[in-house]
């Protein structure tokens, strides 16, 4: 009698497909991961210096890269000048980057999106035109046209991206897509707390994906600076502050400990670097904040910072800018 478990069909662990991770512990080999954020809030410029990094080999977030063969950028939306325009502030070589774009190519009929059988078909038909070496990372911008569907039902956007997965696996190659976030009531208590939850469309996109990060403006984030959040499916979920430098660019992100100071939250970790019996001068604090990497907040933040932590009765202001912190009752 014929052993079920020897069938051809089980995965094995000698079955095992190697593909190397673009960015370990975050980027996965052989996965789709997400990249979203408002439409305008800088994803573009974000991927522009990340790509640059990656041809490079230079760290992202101060995370090394892994190996990545070729990158490639494929526009759905628009042509591609505003993003090469990107790719150019950010000095890479066109000549390193691969690049498509649905609504340049004289061959490609648009009428075919409207058509959801076709989206997978779209898919692939792009992949081969960019030819990628194994180990390479294509950008889909945006993720969710070639997708397909509704990308309001969740059965059709997971066959889509189940079927993306599995074109992309066939070449060892790692995904990574650009989506758009839905619009945010002004009253943050209504948002959705976590910033992956408020991508658009079903959430079959972060059942089906790996990875998914996300974008935030100072506005939106209720920060001083812009914000980032990843969350890899295989670790730890984390935060960081971006600085937007002058050219538009964003400077490398400096990673956020857990209660970072926020116009939303204040930052009880201050409370150790404050005296409860002489007190600590505000100066003395913002010397503190400045040498400690982990805060990298300004001093206008501080003091909103020690405004927050009065109303919330764990310090007392006994002076011209000195402040003693309250011993717990």
């Given at each position: 009698?014929?052993?079920?478990?020897?069938?051809?069909?089980?995965?094995?662990?000698?079955?095992?497909?190697h593909?190397?991770?673009?960015?370990?512990?975050?980027?996965?080999?052989?996965?789709?991961?997400?990249?979203?954020?408002?439409?305008?809030?800088?994803?573009?410029?974000?991927?522009?210096?990340?790509?640059?990094?990656?041809?490079?080999?230079?760290?992202?977030?101060?995370?090394?890269?892994?190996?990545?063969?070729?990158?490639?950028?494929?526009?759905?939306?628009?042509?591609?000048?505003?993003?090469?325009?990107?790719?150019?502030?950010?000095?890479?070589?066109?000549?390193?980057?691969?690049?498509?774009?649905?609504?340049?190519?004289?061959?490609?009929?648009?009428?075919?999106?409207?058509?959801?059988?076709?989206?997978?078909?779209?898919?692939?038909?792009?992949?081969?035109?960019?030819?990628?070496?194994?180990y390479?990372?294509p950008?889909?911008?945006?993720?969710?046209?070639?997708?397909?569907?509704?990308?309001?039902?969740?059965?059709?956007?997971?066959?889509?991206?189940?079927?993306?997965?599995?074109?992309?696996?066939?070449?060892?190659?790692?995904m990574?897509?650009?989506?758009?976030?839905?619009?945010?009531?002004?009253?943050?208590?209504?948002?959705?707390?976590?910033?992956?939850?408020?991508?658009?469309?079903?959430?079959?996109?972060?059942?089906?994906?790996?990875?998914?990060?996300?974008?935030?403006?100072?506005?939106?984030?209720?920060?001083?600076?812009?914000?980032?959040?990843?969350?890899?499916?295989?670790?730890?979920?984390?935060?960081?502050?971006?600085?937007?430098?002058?050219?538009?660019?964003?400077?490398?992100?400096?990673?956020?400990?857990?209660?970072?100071?926020?116009?939303?939250?204040?930052?009880?970790?201050?409370?150790?670097?404050?005296d409860?019996?002489?007190?600590?001068?505000?100066?003395?604090?913002?010397k503190?904040?400045?040498?400690?990497?982990?805060?990298?907040?300004?001093?206008?933040?501080?003091?909103?910072?020690?405004?927050?932590?009065?109303?919330?009765?764990?310090?007392?202001?006994?002076?011209?800018?000195?402040?003693?912190?309250?011993?717990?009752?």
């Amino acid at each position: 009698m014929k052993d079920p478990t020897q069938s051809p069909r089980l995965w094995t662990p000698d079955k095992r497909i190697h593909i190397p991770d673009p960015l370990p512990n975050v980027l996965y080999g052989g996965t789709i991961n997400l990249l979203a954020g408002a439409s305008g809030v800088g994803k573009t410029a974000l991927l522009s210096g990340w790509i640059k990094a990656l041809l490079d080999k230079a760290p992202i977030n101060g995370y090394p890269v892994g190996e990545v063969a070729e990158v490639a950028y494929v526009s759905g939306d628009r042509g591609v000048d505003t993003a090469v325009r990107w790719f150019e502030t950010a000095g890479i070589d066109l000549n390193r980057l691969k690049i498509y774009s649905l609504r340049d190519d004289p061959e490609f009929r648009v009428s075919r999106l409207r058509k959801r059988d076709e989206a997978a078909k779209i898919f692939i038909e792009t992949l081969d035109i960019l030819d990628l070496p194994p180990y390479s990372l294509p950008i889909f911008d945006p993720f969710i046209l070639f997708a397909g569907g509704d990308i309001l039902n969740y059965k059709e956007c997971a066959i889509a991206v189940l079927e993306m997965g599995k074109a992309i696996q066939k070449r060892k190659l790692t995904m990574l897509g650009l989506a758009h976030a839905s619009k945010q009531l002004a009253d943050r208590s209504k948002r959705y707390l976590r910033p992956q939850d408020r991508i658009v469309g079903s959430t079959a996109q972060l059942g089906y994906t790996d990875t998914q990060m996300y974008l935030a403006s100072p506005e939106e984030a209720g920060t001083e600076h812009y914000y980032l959040h990843w969350n890899p499916h295989n670790s730890r979920s984390e935060s960081f502050q971006l600085p937007r430098l002058g050219n538009g660019l964003f400077g490398p992100g400096v990673k956020m400990a857990d209660g970072e100071v926020s116009r939303e939250q204040p930052v009880e970790a201050l409370l150790e670097h404050i005296d409860e019996e002489r007190g600590t001068l505000f100066g003395e604090l913002a010397k503190v904040v400045e040498e400690k990497p982990e805060y990298q907040i300004s001093s206008r933040t501080l003091r909103r910072a020690l405004n927050d932590l009065i109303k919330a009765g764990h310090v007392i202001k006994v002076g011209h800018g000195k402040y003693k912190r309250l011993k717990p009752c």
